[in-house]
């Protein structure tokens, strides 16, 4: 069945009746009329076990167990992104309750060339039985940006072991301006828990679930023992632009919560910071030195002028796994063993580009501790990188500034500087609070990011040439990476005017616009 070619986002609906149950049949979008099952690259199929599954990439998956029965319609919606090779999948039986096959699915592997899908197939591999498909409707949509503003609903009892072992529920803050979903990674948010024990002054760490509205996880959450009057606080991060968290006010009082800034929110922060700097103060918490990396230089924190953006210290080290079925689950061993095929993603920049990136492209090494949510295992976190900061990082230290976007009022680029909104921002990750917005001048950390940030990338360019970009499609390596990172921050932070210098990075693209080599001028 042809309908006009598609080659960007499209949405498909049409109606399928079996006519046996089990049965092996399938619905497939290709480009041309195709025969074998390798030239299709959506496939959507009544399988032998009686359920309703798809194709995602090498393998037949779905969300959860969608039973079908025989010489019964069920209507299918497909959304496709021809140039991303991916797809989500929902079905729905007469007037029944709209499912979840699978979001996000790639396209059938030997598909991953196809730019163009203008054919339906319908196919029976059993020698009896049929399929009827009938209704197609093909819309062409406008690509979609993905909605900026989504909110994590929490639970009652947030920094308890039961609320910690709560999924939090990932949707759209409004959802007129479009869906929220997690696997989305232009939306995607984390959360994670620091655990102090004031019986021994040790630090552990944990890391929520946060799941799609509708959705149950793809395992159940890990419930963790807490020691005796542990202070636990939370941090959440998020790749769009404004997040956020809900719950009653009440909750949100009783448990520190503090949020309105972008990307970033956190709870109950003040609380342990201080427990922990006072262990810290009388030794009966040890914070390693940060080391000496292979170029020679003291290695960075996330305080260093070498490493910090426009917005420092957002975003966290919390990854989460993603079942081939679209289901998500906390990355634990056990989680990985019982979920063949899943797929780790996380928070990309701050926190983890440190420490993920950074640090073992310089050959450092981050502060880890015991992660309760992956027993028998050590992980780097916000706080432990905040804490080492505050006790070794050599002047200039890197301060979150008036202008950083975040803690502008709104957070929105030329909006006036808000002293309450920084302090309000630097309580959540343990930095000095400024005695005024002189005292978080945006010039002066213009100008030690453009002195000691272009003098690192430069020092560096050989470690950092030769490690993995964060995101390949944006820059290809780490060093390119990082220079497209300094360009977006001094223009973000205004630093050409504050300076009266322009940026002294020059990107070089390749015809595709990815980043592949810089310049530096004096």
Not at 30 to 39: F, I, K, V
Not at 170 to 180: L, Q, V
Not at 289 to 301: N, Q, V, W
Not at 357 to 382: E, K, Q, R, V, Y
């Amino acid at each position: 069945m042809a309908f006009d070619a598609q080659s960007s986002q499209f949405t498909a609906e049409f109606d399928a009746t079996p006519s046996t149950r089990p049965t092996n049949s399938l619905v497939a979008f290709s480009d041309d009329t195709q025969n074998a099952l390798t030239g299709f690259g959506t496939l959507v199929r009544f399988n032998h076990n009686g359920d309703i599954d798809a194709r995602n990439d090498g393998a037949y998956a779905a969300a959860s167990t969608i039973p079908y029965h025989a010489r019964l319609t069920y209507h299918f919606r497909l959304d496709v992104d021809v140039v991303a090779h991916t797809y989500s999948i929902s079905v729905q039986q007469g007037t029944g309750p709209v499912q979840v096959v699978g979001m996000n699915f790639a396209f059938r592997t030997q598909q991953n060339n196809v730019f163009n899908l203008d054919s339906l197939g319908a196919l029976v591999d059993e020698p009896t039985g049929s399929l009827r498909v009938c209704n197609l409707a093909v819309t062409a949509q406008a690509p979609q940006v993905a909605n900026p503003d989504c909110t994590l609903i929490m639970p009652n009892n947030p920094l308890t072991p039961a609320g910690l072992a709560t999924p939090y529920v990932f949707t759209a803050t409004d959802p007129d301006n479009g869906p929220c979903h997690e696997l989305n990674a232009d939306q995607s948010a984390f959360v994670q828990a620091g655990i102090f024990d004031p019986a021994t002054g040790q630090i552990s760490v944990y890391n929520p679930l946060v799941i799609d509205q509708g959705t149950a996880p793809a395992a159940p959450p890990v419930v963790p023992t807490l020691p005796p009057n542990a202070i636990v606080a939370l941090w959440f991060g998020y790749n769009a632009n404004n997040l956020t968290i809900q719950a009653p006010a009440s909750v949100l009082t009783a448990n520190n919560c503090h949020q309105g800034l972008a990307q970033f929110a956190y709870c109950n922060a003040g609380a342990f910071f201080r427990a922990a700097n006072n262990a810290i103060s009388t030794g009966q918490l040890v914070v390693p030195d940060l080391g000496i990396g292979s170029d020679g230089e003291t290695c960075p924190s996330v305080r260093s002028f070498a490493h910090v953006d426009q917005d420092q210290s957002d975003n966290l080290t919390t990854t989460y796994l993603k079942t081939p079925g679209g289901l998500l689950a906390q990355n634990t061993a056990a989680n990985l063993a019982a979920l063949p095929g899943s797929t780790t993603f996380g928070n990309p920049s701050d926190n983890r580009l440190l420490d993920v990136f950074i640090d073992p492209a310089l050959g450092c090494t981050p502060w880890t501790s015991p992660d309760i949510t992956n027993p028998g295992h050590n992980s780097p976190s916000l706080p432990l990188n905040e804490l080492q900061a505050r006790a070794h990082q050599a002047a200039p230290v890197a301060l979150i500034p008036a202008g950083d976007p975040f803690v502008l009022n709104p957070p929105l680029i030329g909006t006036p500087n808000d002293l309450a909104r920084v302090n309000e921002y630097r309580r959540g990750v343990d930095q000095p609070v400024a005695a005024s917005l002189a005292d978080a001048n945006t010039k002066t950390y213009c100008s030690n990011m453009r002195k000691i940030q272009i003098n690192k990338m430069i020092l560096d360019r050989p470690q950092l040439t030769v490690f993995r970009s964060p995101f390949p499609n944006i820059a290809n390596s780490l060093f390119t990476f990082m220079a497209q990172r300094f360009v977006g921050s001094y223009e973000l932070l205004n630093c050409a005017d504050l300076l009266g210098q322009p940026d002294p990075v020059t990107l070089i693209t390749d015809a595709n616009g990815i980043v592949i080599d810089a310049t530096f001028q004096p």
